[in-house]
Every structure is written in C-alpha cells, then in structure tokens.
C-alpha cells in the first residue's frame, strides 16, 4: 500500500473543500430561483435569453378568449359586405402557453375602449363566404403577454366556421352563428406566424397552428402547436 505524502492529503482536502461549497452555492442558488414568482422567474430567464444564441424550440398552448365589452361600436370591425353589418369584435385572451407561463389576460378602459395590458386579440380584415354564408375569413393580430411583461405577437389567418343550423318560428332554416369552430385558412402552410415582441422575445420568429378550436356562448376555446425561435 503506498502512503500518502502530507502534502498529497492536503491537497485533496482542498479540492474536496471546494466541491462541497461549489454544490453549496449552486444548490443555494437553485433555491432562491424556485423561490421567485412566476413574473420575476421570466425576467430572470429573459436576462439569460437576451445574452444567449438563438435557439428553435416548440411551443404550446392552452388558451380562451371573449369579446372584449369595453370595445367601443364604432372599432367594431364589419366584414366585407358591410350591407350585411356582420360584426367582429376584439377579444381578451387567458390561458398558459409554454415559454410564457399564465398569459396576462387583456383589460381595456372601460369608458374610452382603450386596450390597457394583458392578451388580446385585434381582427384587421373579415369578408364573408358570400357562396355559403357559413364562413368568415379573418385575419388578426394577437398579442401574447407573459407574466412579467414581455410578449411577443403573431399575425393568425384564420377561417371561422358555423356549421349548424336551426329551424326558426317561421319555419325557415337559419344558420346558427352563436357556435362553431375555427382553423387556418386555405393557401397558408400554417395559420399563425410570430412577428417578434419584446423583452426575451425581441426578434422572435415560428409559426403555430390551431388544435381543437371552438367557440360558443360561453367563449372560444382552443389550443397551439408550434415552433418558436429566439
């Protein structure tokens, strides 16, 4: 068996010293890091980000929006035809999305109509399927806002569908628009691109596509599936 030299033993006790306060402090800081809400953990990681190459990753949601009431009429958009006064409103959005945590949901001034903060979702072209009169082909810009403030933004070609019907009191078949679903238009690889944002997400490009999306009296429900860069 060879014996340890005094000074060899010195040595590995220092260098084990050091392992032991390396794990220290890093579990230290792992602690302190759980300890932060989820607006101060996303400022964190932003700081990280904005020093950071950027990097493709997916991205996912789980969202719901409403009209937003505070919109005022006369913002309203109507679609084309406007003889026929189809109204499509702005709409406040909540949910979870990966990459921002619990989206900020969108609060307006309610007597200027003024979008104040939070996600919303603002229609900026509507035409009416005038073949079939069951169909809306939008387009809108969104605002997806993270806890702490950043957010980025996407335009979203979207077609709104109103497959159901109902019989009225004259006995006449009308097309119910108080439900129905909701896609990517036609002629575009995918529904949704990302136009940049701010904080971590300055210069964010990707796409996303629409899953299971529907709406009704009580909202519009639906999910995201895509990529994200930045």
């Given at each position: 068996m060879k014996t340890m030299k005094p000074h060899q033993f010195k040595t590995l006790c220092g260098l084990a010293l050091m392992g032991l306060l390396a794990l220290f402090f890093s579990c230290t800081q792992e602690s302190v890091n759980s300890d932060l809400n989820e607006a101060d953990n996303l400022n964190l990681q932003a700081a990280k980000a904005s020093q950071a190459k950027k990097v493709t990753k997916k991205i996912s949601g789980r969202l719901v929006n409403f009209p937003d009431p505070n919109e005022l009429p006369e913002e309203t958009l109507i679609c084309f035809p406007q003889e026929f006064q189809f109204p499509l409103t702005r709409n406040t959005i909540s949910g979870h999305m990966t990459h921002l945590g619990s989206l900020q949901e969108g609060i307006s001034d309610p007597v200027t109509g003024e979008r104040l903060s939070g996600s919303f979702g603002v229609p900026i072209s509507c035409e009416i399927n005038l073949e079939t009169f069951n169909q809306l082909f939008t387009v809108y810009k969104v605002f997806y806002v993270a806890a702490n403030g950043d957010y980025f933004e996407t335009t979203e070609q979207v077609t709104i569908n109103f497959p159901n019907t109902f019989v009225d009191e004259d006995g006449v078949t009308?097309?119910?628009?108080?439900?129905?679903?909701?896609?990517?238009?036609?002629g575009f690889e995918h529904a949704i691109t990302i136009d940049g944002g701010t904080g971590r997400f300055a210069g964010a490009s990707g796409h996303m596509d629409f899953v299971d999306a529907t709406f009704g009296p009580d909202g519009s429900f639906w999910e995201l599936v895509g990529e994200i860069t930045y």
């Open positions: 009308q097309i119910d628009y108080t439900t129905g679903n909701f896609g990517g238009s036609a």
